[in-house]
């Protein structure tokens, strides 16, 4: 009885353990018009944060090309695209670094990524440029 009762805690202590963590998948949310637009997959390499466009849910852009990047990316399907690159976590839960890629935009933003301590299951994205920043809030994705 007892074994039993230890494996049902370390079964939900892992659970809530992993829906706490900022890896996984996530749906982006415009935060301009409240529209879903994709699902990145965010995982850890080398303690480090990536993200990559999984696939783009935004009507009429599911074969979206990156038209305005240049170099590597120019003309490149999103759908693959890394666009979250070598993030830091400091001692807050917070990943902070240089790389958010918009496609869209074709631009690269400094940035700020952690989990909304209200909501596990919301991500909260902040891009940077110079003293100016948007802040989106991303939606897990189950599965």
């Known amino acids: 009885m007892n074994r039993a009762i230890l494996i049902i805690m370390l079964m939900s202590t892992s659970f809530w353990v992993s ?3 900022v890896f996984g998948k996530w749906k982006t949310i415009d935060d301009r018009t409240g529209n879903p637009k994709a699902i990145i997959s965010i995982y850890e390499k080398n303690g480090l944060m ?7 849910v935004e009507k009429g852009k599911e074969y979206a090309l990156c038209v305005k990047c240049d ?10 695209m890394t666009i979250i690159e070598g993030l830091e976590e400091n001692e807050d839960g917070e990943w902070k670094g240089k790389t958010l ?4 935009q074709a631009m690269t933003f400094r940035c700020k990524i952690w ?3 209200d909501n596990a299951n919301e991500l909260k994205v902040r891009g940077y440029l110079a003293f100016i920043y ?3 809030t991303w ?4 599965g």
């Open 50 to 56: 990536y993200g990559d466009v999984v696939k783009i």
């Open 101 to 104: 890629f918009d496609p869209e």
């Open 71 to 80: 170099g590597d990316r120019k003309d490149k399907p999103v759908v693959g």
């Open 115 to 117: 989990l909304n301590p």
């Open 134 to 136: 948007r802040t989106q």
């Open 19 to 21: 829906s706490q963590s």
């Open 139 to 142: 939606i897990r994705v189950e």
